[in-house]
């Protein structure tokens, strides 16, 4: 609530006025209690468009990887392929992890 209502206000200083008339339109609405349901829908709205991108951008970031590279199922951590040391139950692991 007072983190929505200083957000605008430090990173958009033009259009601060068109905020604070709307939020304090939107205050004046939660002292009623009417505004909870909006204010959780537009969250809902805003996290879930932002939560696929994140999602995409961390996969794209992660997955990546040379194809004389691989990826440590113990430590995650993509390493090249010298350090490859393939176990018994066929999971790859790095030399560090070995
Ligand atoms: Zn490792």
Redesign the pocket.
Known sequence: MATDYDAPRKTEEDISEDSLEELKARRSDKSSGVVDEDEIEAAEGFELPGADLSGEELAVRVIPRQADEFT?T??F?V?HRSQLVTQKNGQQ??S??A
């Open positions: 440590c113990s430590c951590l390493h692991i790095c560090e992890c």
